[in-house]
């Protein structure tokens, strides 16, 4: 990406300064079932009170969500994840001084979060809802376009492809150019290849030595790598948590390509590592 006014992604509601390299959003599953930390969070007192501690561990985006899109996971009535997201997001953004994005595929949820104080949609569905993309073109607010294969009750089924990196890419830059149709600006598009969505561990190892074909294609690229079962696939760490120095090694990788965003788990250790990382990249 250029430097100067080009690393700056500003909106009504929010402001990115990708100048200095990658940026981390912090996750706050506000579900009783995601796959790393279901539970944990579950209910507004604790899950704003980590928000705000993954704020103050640098993280430059919390990224709300109310349903779990683990493997195998049914969905969540768009009334109840609004029940469960709307009171986090609006005591977030009383008490943080960075963007809130709401992670849902329904536009009803995404409206009640953007009415609460959300400033960036996360649809991992890439809008296929295409209210989702008229209501991100009228609020003027980011979004974030994922890629999966299934849905997540089906994903991981038996996911297969031909080419995996072609695939993905040739998806996501279509539904970044119908984003843009629907009148979101270039500069507020993230895509994102879905790690975990529908692939195989060698799909995921594909497609992140392969980062760099995202980085070029001319949109900002967001990475979700965090504690996913490859890396336990390849550490042996069979627990979520454990697996935080194989989600460094992906973080690294990611922000050395030139990746805008990594979405984590464990956001302070993943700051230093965007930090290094970062400054290791500076040219003299």
């Keep these: 990406m250029a430097s100067g006014s080009e690393n700056i992604v500003e909106w009504p509601a929010g402001r990115l300064d990708f100048s200095a390299g990658c940026l981390v959003m912090g996750v706050l599953n506000v579900t009783p079932d995601s796959f790393s930390d279901g539970g944990q969070f579950f209910g507004a007192h604790k899950a704003i009170a980590h928000g705000v501690q993954m704020a103050a561990d640098g993280a430059a985006i919390i990224d709300v969500g109310g349903?779990?899109?683990?493997?195998?996971?049914?969905?969540?009535?768009?009334?109840?994840?609004?029940?469960?997201?709307?009171?986090?997001?609006?005591?977030?953004?009383?008490?943080?001084?960075?963007?809130?994005?709401?992670?849902?595929?329904?536009?009803?949820?995404?409206?009640?979060?953007?009415?609460?104080?959300?400033?960036?949609?996360?649809?991992?569905?890439?809008?296929?809802?295409?209210?989702?993309?008229?209501?991100?073109?009228?609020?003027?607010?980011?979004?974030?376009?994922?890629?999966?294969?299934?849905?997540?009750?089906?994903?991981?089924?038996?996911p297969r492809y031909d080419d995996v990196v072609g695939e993905v890419l040739e998806f996501l830059v279509g539904r970044a150019k119908r984003a843009e149709e629907l009148g979101i600006a270039k500069v507020r598009i993230f895509i994102d290849p879905g790690i975990g969505f529908g692939k195989t561990v060698e799909h995921n190892l594909s497609l992140l030595r392969n980062i760099e074909k995202f980085v070029a294609s001319g949109y900002r690229v967001l990475v979700g790598a965090s504690r996913k079962s490859f890396i336990g696939k390849i550490t042996g760490k069979e627990k979520p948590a454990d697996r935080i120095f194989g989600t460094a090694a992906t973080v690294a990788l990611c922000a050395a390509a030139g990746v805008s965003i990594v979405r984590v788990h464990d956001v302070a250790e993943m700051v230093d590592v965007v930090k290094t990382v970062n400054k290791l990249k500076i040219q003299s």
């Design 67 to 158: 349903e779990s899109t683990r493997p195998g996971s049914d969905g969540v009535p768009a009334a109840e994840q609004i029940r469960r997201v709307v009171p986090v997001v609006k005591g977030l953004c009383e008490k943080v001084g960075v963007p809130v994005s709401i992670d849902t595929k329904d536009f009803e949820v995404a409206a009640a979060a953007l009415d609460a104080g959300a400033a960036i949609i996360n649809d991992i569905t890439a809008l296929s809802d295409e209210r989702m993309g008229e209501l991100a073109a009228e609020r003027g607010v980011p979004v974030v376009l994922m890629h999966i294969q299934g849905t997540p009750a089906t994903m991981q089924a038996e």
